[in-house]
C-alpha cells in the first residue's frame, strides 16, 4: 500500500501544481482499493485537496498576502471543465453563473449550471454548493467554435430580449470585442436571431 501512496504522490509532484485529479489517472500503478485509499491519505496529509467525491487537486501556492491560507482552491471553472476533459463531454456556463462569469451580474449563484452533452448530474462541492450538469439534445447549442462567444450568447439568453441594461451593453461590448471576426462568421448561424441582431448592431 505504501508503495501505491508513493507512486502516487510522486506522479502528483512531477506535474505542475493547479491540476485535477481522479483515481482513474492511477489505475496503472494499483488496484482501484489502494488507489482510493493512497488519495484518502495524501488528502489527509495536506498534499493534495479533495474537492468532490472522487476528484482530488494539487493545490496552487497561495501568494496573496490578504488570504490566510497556504494554498488556493480550485475555481468552479476548473473542476467542471476537469470533468468534461475527463468524461470527453462539451459544457458550458449558462443561466445565473453565466451572467456572473462575464461580469453581467454580482450575483453568485449556488449551483453553478452548465448545460451538456453528457449524463445529468450534480456534483457537491462545498456547504450548499455544487455544479450542475444539464442535458441538452440541442447540439446546435455547443457547436460554437468560439467559447466566449457562446458564454456571450447563453448570458444574453438567461436575460431576456429587450431587457438588456445600459451598464450590461457595455460589458457585453467589452467581451465581444475579443470575438474574431473569423469566429463571428462560422457561429453566427447557431445563435437565436434577436441575439444575432443584437450583436450585429454593437
Known amino acids: 500500500m505504501k508503495i501505491v501512496e508513493k ?18 489517472d492511477f489505475a496503472a ?17 495536506g498534499v493534495i485537496m479533495r474537492v468532490a467525491h472522487g476528484i482530488y487537486y494539487y493545490p496552487k501556492i497561495n501568494k496573496n498576502k490578504y488570504i490566510e491560507s497556504k494554498y488556493l482552491p480550485p475555481s468552479i471553472d476548473e473542476i467542471a471543465y476537469g470533468i468534461a476533459k475527463r468524461d470527453k463531454i462539451r459544457i458550458v456556463p449558462t443561466g445565473a453563473y453565466a451572467l456572473n462569469t462575464l461580469g453581467l451580474s454580482t450575483q453568485v449563484p449556488a449551483n453553478a449550471v452548465f448545460i451538456t452533452d453528457g449524463a445529468p448530474r450534480r456534483i457537491n462541492v462545498g456547504k450548499g454548493r455544487g455544479i450542475l ?4 439534445s440541442e447540439a446546435r447549442s ?3 467554435k468560439s467559447k466566449l462567444l457562446m458564454l456571450i450568447v447563453f ?6 430580449e429587450n431587457k438588456v441594461t445600459p451598464q450590461q451593453l457595455e460589458i457585453v461590448k467589452s467581451h465581444f470585442t475579443n470575438v474574431s471576426q473569423k469566429e463571428l462568421n462560422t457561429d453566427i448561424q447557431l445563435m437565436p436571431l434577436w441575439i444575432r441582431k443584437f450583436l450585429l448592431s454593437l
Do not use: M
Open 155 to 160: 448570458a444574453l439568453r438567461e436575460i431576456g
Open 29 to 45: 500503478i494499483g488496484s482501484s482499493a489502494a488507489i482510493r485509499q493512497s488519495l484518502v491519505r495524501l488528502h489527509k496529509s
Open 133 to 136: 450538469f444539464k442535458h441538452t
Open 7 to 24: 507512486q502516487i504522490e510522486t506522479k502528483i509532484k512531477n506535474g505542475k501544481r493547479g491540476k485535477l485529479f481522479f483515481p482513474d
Open 142 to 144: 455547443l457547436a460554437y
